[in-house]
């Protein structure tokens, strides 16, 4: 099979949206990322071996081996230098996508699942990629049932519960995550601690107290966290002014911003972008 991408050209707002769908038979230590998606994505390993960095962790990864890409996390992966992988994934989003994903147990802290049927996982990415490339006026309608159908998969009959000597997600757990993904999907926009609550259905106390004890930093800060991270990434952009780059994180101050992130980095916008010019200087893909 050859290296196949394709997308969905009529997307529907719902609960579950197929965007795009790809195969690929990577080169020996082919890297992607670092990056940051505003989309979902699974990869399904058909063969071969790699690494996927997430959260801080890595994972290694053989053949029937699934992981989980969420909306906002800094990732990255990388085929085996002897056994390079094998893949095909699927990306989507809709507003019910999180809520059946963290019901399974797959959240951006256990993003990698085993043990189901390599045979079922690689027909159900066949047909969803085959709907996606007749390109007609039901794909849309098509891909999502067999999205579906693969989620039912993933969730099988053992649920993807945490393994022996771990607790179960407690409740506070599921809404500090939340937040999280909430966060992480909402970054460019005018954000307060009052809308985050709000919005997330929670008192703003308890919100910043929860917040706080799971992760270390206040909601706000988190934010920052975010914003500044996307930043990097974007100032790798040559094409992009640093007004611009501020804008598109949430920062209608350009001035502020740079501010901001000389406070969090160490170094001003300009500054980090000429130290990674020097650092690498072939052009921002």
Same mark, same amino acid.
């Given at each position: 099979m050859r290296d196949t991408f394709a997308t969905n050209p009529y997307?529907?707002?719902?609960? $579950?949206?197929?965007?795009?769908?790809?195969?690929a038979q990577t080169e020996p230590s082919h890297k992607a990322g670092p990056s940051v998606h505003d989309h979902m994505l699974v990869h399904l390993v058909l063969n071969g071996k790699g690494k996927?960095?997430?959260?801080?962790?890595?994972y290694k990864l053989a053949q029937g081996d699934s992981f989980f890409i969420f909306p906002g996390d800094l990732v990255h992966y990388e085929a085996d230098a002897d056994e390079p992988w094998e893949y095909?994934?699927?990306?989507?989003?809709?507003?019910?996508?999180?809520?059946?994903?963290?019901?399974?147990y797959i959240t951006a802290q256990r993003p990698v699942v085993s043990g189901r049927s390599l045979r079922k996982l690689r027909l159900l990415n066949n047909r969803i990629l085959q709907s996606l490339q007749r390109g007609d006026s039901n794909c849309d309608l098509i891909a999502g049932g067999y999205m579906r159908l $693969?989620?039912?998969? /993933?969730?099988?009959?053992?649920?993807?519960?945490?393994?022996?000597?771990?607790?179960p997600s407690t409740m506070i757990q599921q809404q500090v995550e939340q937040a999280i993904r909430w966060i992480t999907l909402q970054y /460019?926009?005018?954000?307060?601690?009052?809308?985050?609550?709000?919005?997330?259905? /929670?008192?703003r106390t308890h919100l910043s107290k929860m917040f706080k004890q799971h992760t270390g930093f206040s909601p706000m800060n988190y934010l920052l966290k975010v914003r500044m991270e996307r930043a990097k990434l974007l100032l790798q952009n040559e094409r992009l002014t640093v007004d611009q780059v501020a804008s598109s994180v949430g920062f209608p101050d350009s001035l502020y911003f740079s501010k901001q992130f000389k406070k969090w980095f160490g170094s001003s916008?300009?500054?980090?972008?000429?130290?990674?010019?020097k650092r690498d200087p072939s052009p921002c893909q």
């Open positions: 997307p529907s707002k719902g609960e $579950l949206v197929v965007t795009f769908g790809g195969y996927y960095h997430c959260m801080g962790r890595e095909c994934w699927i990306g989507f989003r809709g507003h019910a996508a999180d809520e059946m994903l963290s019901k399974m $693969l989620l039912a998969e /993933y969730a099988g009959k053992k649920a993807n519960n945490p393994t022996e000597g771990e607790t /460019y926009q005018p954000i307060s601690i009052e809308n985050m609550a709000q919005s997330l259905g /929670y008192h916008p300009t500054d980090y972008r000429n130290i990674t010019r």
